[in-house]
């Protein structure tokens, strides 16, 4: 029951993206098709998770007992570079039209703040977290993101095929309706 609850809580109450704010490049920039925000949010999930992972070990089991947590932010960026180079490497090979698709994007997940963000959150000390539930803390942000990215997506495919008055087209519109997704989420602060 605690896992479902930090998920929930991660994809609905605090979403990276629409409560926190984090990962604004990649949500307005890969946003403007549906089959590359899947790409995207694949990318972003296999990232996040692993480099949550990677990162609990390193500040528990080498930054904290050599008290040298100060090289935190350092070392994660490190290790979130090493992992979008992987996934980079791997998307040219298996899937180059994704690779085409997502273009500047993808070497940009390394300065997607949500991933820091989430990084850093999961070994917080408020948090109290264990490396199985900072990893489901990972996969839930991952799937908050992919949400709302997707659901973004979903809407701005519809509205390139709307009459849209011409002041509105492009990114006004795809600012008011992330304004407006932002206060939907805003909704589900009562729920956890």
């Known amino acids: 029951m605690e896992y479902f609850v930090i ?8 979403n990276i993206v629409l409560a926190q704010f984090l990962g604004i490049c990649p949500y307005l920039g890969v946003s403007a098709r549906v089959s590359t925000s899947i790409g995207m949010s694949g990318a972003v999930m296999f990232v996040m998770t692993l480099a949550t992972l990677v990162t609990f070990l390193i500040f528990n089991y080498i930054l904290v007992p050599l008290d040298i947590t ?19 490497i791997i998307l040219k090979k298996v899937s180059p039209a994704l690779y085409q698709a997502l273009g500047i994007f993808l070497p940009l997940i390394v ?25 489901v803390f990972a996969i839930g942000h991952a799937l908050g993101f992919a949400l709302t990215i ?7 495919e519809h509205l390139d095929m709307m009459d849209v008055p011409k002041g509105m087209r492009g990114a006004p519109a795809a600012l008011v309706v992330a304004g407006i997704l932002a206060l939907a989420f805003m909704g589900f602060a009562g729920l956890v």
């Open 7 to 14: 998920i929930i809580g991660a994809v609905f109450v605090n």
């Open 70 to 88: 100060y090289l935190q932010t350092i070392s994660y960026i490190l290790v979130v570079a090493s992992l979008v180079q992987m996934v980079e």
């Open 111 to 135: 300065t997607n703040c949500a991933i820091l963000g989430v990084t850093i959150l999961a070994v917080r000390e408020d948090h109290g977290f264990h490396l199985l539930e900072a990893v």
């Open 150 to 156: 997707i659901l973004f997506a979903g809407i701005r």
